[in-house]
């Protein structure tokens, strides 16, 4: 079975914080994706990557950065948090072929302050 | 541009079916894609259709893709307590990068 894990559950950080998100994969998956969940707006895009070292922009990139050193690993960074990027964040990756499905991660709950 | 529109809400008693609707906009699309999100956790994949096909079922899942109108939707039969959830409709945006693009929920309420 894939597995994407996520590194916390929950987190809480104050405004002005850098705040990093991991997310690792043991699939060998080559995409990569963050996403946040809002109520009323359903899953945005923030980035998502296509292999090591690649990143693309998705729909919401303002406010954060992403990294990926390794192929199963992908990173978000909100270089300094804000009060509106509280949040659930998902992280999914998917192989880049097939049926393209993807696997989602259990999900980040952040409150900043 | 794409998008994937879905009603946000749906209450329907245990033993009932449930019927979830989606319209998407992309006629290139390869695969459309049902996935459950469960209270405070990540999105599962339910099931997929494959675009030439117009039905799929899968045990209490029916699947019906109505290309022309780019109609998808969702069955459950026998509904029950546990399908409480919110279902997200995806559609693929192409190409090997693995984009979906991805309704805003429908939240299934299942009343006793």
């Known amino acids: 079975d894939v597995k994407v894990t996520q590194s916390s559950r929950y987190l809480v950080k104050r405004t002005g914080e850098k705040v990093f998100l991991e997310c690792v994969q043991d699939?060998?998956?080559?995409?990569m994706f963050w996403y946040r969940q809002d109520p009323g707006l359903g899953l945005r895009l923030i980035y998502f990557?296509?292999?090591?070292?690649?990143?693309e922009k998705g729909d919401i990139p303002e406010g954060y950065s992403v990294s990926r050193e390794k192929k199963e690993r992908f990173s978000l960074i909100l270089e300094s948090a804000s009060t509106n990027q509280t949040s659930m964040y998902l992280c999914?990756?998917?192989?880049?072929?097939?049926?393209?499905?993807?696997?989602f991660g259990p999900g980040t709950r952040l409150t900043v302050l | 541009g794409e998008d994937v529109e879905q009603s946000l809400f749906l209450s329907v008693r245990e033993g009932d079916s449930s019927v979830i609707n989606c319209t998407y906009t992309?006629?290139?699309?390869?695969?459309l894609y049902w996935y459950k999100q469960e209270p405070g956790a990540g999105l599962q994949l339910l099931t997929y259709?494959?675009?030439?096909?117009d039905m799929k079922q899968d045990q209490r899942l029916t699947v019906l893709l109505n290309k022309k109108d780019k109609h998808l939707s969702l069955r459950i039969a026998d509904t029950q307590t546990g399908d409480s959830a919110i279902y997200f409709c995806?559609?693929?945006?192409?190409?090997?990068?693995?984009?979906?693009?991805f309704g805003k929920g429908t939240k299934l309420s299942v009343k006793p």
């Open positions: 259709i494959f675009s030439n096909m």
């Open positions: 999914a990756s998917s192989l880049g072929q097939g049926v393209g499905e993807q696997f």
């Open positions: 699939m060998d998956h080559e995409n």
């Open positions: 990557s296509y292999d090591v070292k690649m990143k």
């Open positions: 995806a559609e693929s945006f192409g190409g090997s990068q693995g984009n979906l693009i």
């Open positions: 992309d006629s290139s699309s390869t695969y």
